[in-house]
């Protein structure tokens, strides 16, 4: 059974970014039972809308969380340079293929990499994300016109039942 938590479309920018985050909060509150599942949650979709705050064209964005059973689904829409897309869409199907120790390795290796710059742009907003211990991250991209392209990134999680404290 699909039970949508949270459904945003609409525009995003530095001072709404703040109302949304406590709105993804709230949705978890009740369904992520875990206080260490809810943290790493939280954390993912706080770096989904960083990057569509960063890396957004149009500042429009559509952002879903929804649970099947026990899978956490997030969801981003947003428009991006293609140059970015590309970036992003390459730096996901990197991260499909790496075990959790070579995600930690990479995430710790990119931290001291000198491209990242104001933007980001180093790939290490996905990499901690990967490190959340997620399913899957899948990012689609889809040109819209000459240099703007559509993006729409999926991560899934399972929810874990315990009540852990860390």
Same mark, same amino acid.
């Given at each position: 059974?699909?039970?949508?938590?949270?459904k945003y479309k609409g525009t995003l920018n530095s001072s709404f970014s703040?109302?949304?985050?406590?709105?993804?909060?709230?949705?978890?509150?009740?369904?992520?039972?875990?206080?260490?599942?809810?943290?790493?949650?939280? /954390?993912?979709?706080? &770096? =989904? $809308?960083?990057? %569509?705050?960063?890396?957004?064209?149009? +500042?429009?964005?559509?952002?879903?969380? @929804?649970?099947?059973?026990? /899978?956490?689904?997030? &969801? =981003? $829409?947003?428009? %991006?340079?293609?140059?970015?897309?590309? +970036?992003?869409?390459?730096?996901?199907? @990197?991260?499909?293929?790496?075990?959790?120790?070579?995600?930690?390795?990479?995430?710790?290796?990119?931290?001291?990499?000198?491209?990242?710059?104001?933007?980001?742009?180093?790939?290490?907003?996905?990499?901690?994300?990967?490190?959340?211990?997620?399913?899957?991250?899948?990012?689609?991209?889809?040109?819209?016109?000459?240099?703007?392209?559509?993006?729409?990134?999926?991560?899934?999680?399972?929810?874990?039942?315990?009540?852990?404290?860390?």
């Amino acid at each position: 059974m699909t039970e949508y938590l949270l459904k945003y479309k609409g525009t995003l920018n530095s001072s709404f970014s703040g109302e949304l985050t406590e709105s993804i909060l709230d949705s978890l509150k009740g369904v992520v039972v875990s206080l260490k599942d809810h943290k790493k949650i939280s /954390v993912i979709a706080l &770096e =989904l $809308i960083d990057n %569509a705050l960063r890396y957004g064209l149009m +500042k429009e964005i559509s952002f879903t969380i @929804r649970r099947e059973d026990d /899978v956490l689904w997030m &969801e =981003l $829409i947003n428009f %991006a340079k293609c140059e970015d897309a590309k +970036k992003l869409k390459d730096s996901s199907d @990197r991260i499909q293929h790496l075990t959790p120790e070579e995600i930690e390795m990479a995430f710790n290796v990119q931290l001291l990499n000198p491209e990242f710059g104001e933007r980001g742009g180093a790939g290490l907003g996905l990499l901690h994300i990967a490190r959340k211990g997620i399913m899957a991250i899948e990012v689609k991209t889809e040109k819209t016109d000459l240099d703007s392209c559509k993006c729409h990134i999926i991560v899934t999680r399972k929810i874990s039942e315990r009540n852990e404290r860390t």
